[in-house]
T-cell receptor, first 112, second 114 residues
Framework: DTAVSQTPKYLVTQMGNDKSIKCEQN?????MYWYKQDSKKFLKIMFS???????INETVPNRFSPKSPDKAHLNLHINSLELGDSAVYFC???????????FGPGTRLTVL | AQSVTQLDSQVPVFEEAPVELRCNYS??????LFWYVQYPNQGLQLLLK??????LVKSINGFEAEFNKSQTSFHLRKPSVHISDTAEYFC????????????FGKGTRLSVIA
């Protein structure tokens, strides 16, 4: 049983394209997150949603737009992709902000 | 704001030897502390956490970490490592209240050598 799943696992695309990454959790959690892990393995929070409401929005270009259609899903849409967007993007969820976060397997995005 | 420093980016160690991965944090308020492990090509998994109570916390696979408030540290230790422990280890911190995110260190790559 996959707790936090992401699709696709790999995404290779050209600069300037628009792409989406999907995330779903079946844990019944109220809070979901997107993290970016750069080539040096540094992991940084991008967004967090609680009950479909945006709670945390770190300094991220507005080309990145999260969308939460329901509590179990938090998708990440990226417009006008740039080379610097190449990274591994992790989705995570937790019961609330104070509880343990469970991570998805990651999506490796490569922008050519 | 909180910050986490993992002093060693890479730690090579022979199988069955002990290991310590260092983590220091900075925060003006009380925090929770975590260690996550990332095996090759996988997502992060929680290894152990300190929330309150005993300052020594243990995982099911032999790792332990001790919260030291005076030294603002949360070092991870294992008395005898296995090849399967080869992974990236991340220390993380978050405040005890409010909707604040986890702040991660830059990770330590543990390589266990046969």
């Amino acid at each position: 049983d996959t707790a936090v799943s992401q699709t696709p696992k790999y995404l290779v695309t050209q600069m300037g394209n628009d792409k989406s990454i999907k995330c779903e959790q079946n844990l019944g959690h109220d809070t979901m997150y997107w993290y970016k892990q750069d080539s040096k393995k540094f992991l940084k929070i991008m967004f967090s949603y609680n009950n479909k409401e945006l709670i945390i929005n770190e300094t991220v270009p507005n080309r990145f737009s999260p969308k939460s259609p329901d509590k179990a899903h938090l998708n990440l849409h990226i417009n006008s992709l740039e080379l610097g967007d190449s990274a591994v993007y992790f989705c995570a969820s937790s019961q609330d902000f104070l509880n343990t976060q469970y991570f998805g397997p990651g999506t490796r995005l490569t922008v050519l | 704001a909180q910050s986490v420093t993992q002093l060693d980016s890479q730690v090579p160690v022979f199988e069955e030897a002990p290991v310590e991965l260092r983590c220091n944090y900075s925060s003006s308020v009380s925090v929770y502390l975590f260690w996550y492990v990332q095996y090759p090509n996988q997502g992060l998994q929680l290894l152990l956490k300190y929330l309150s109570g005993s300052t020594l916390v243990k995982s099911i696979n032999g790792f332990e970490a001790e919260f030291n408030k005076s030294q603002t540290s949360f070092h991870l230790r294992k008395p005898s490592v296995h090849i399967s422990d080869t992974a990236e280890y991340f220390c993380a911190v978050r405040t005890r209240s409010g909707n604040t995110p986890l702040v991660f260190g830059k990770g330590t790559r543990l390589s266990v050598i046969a």
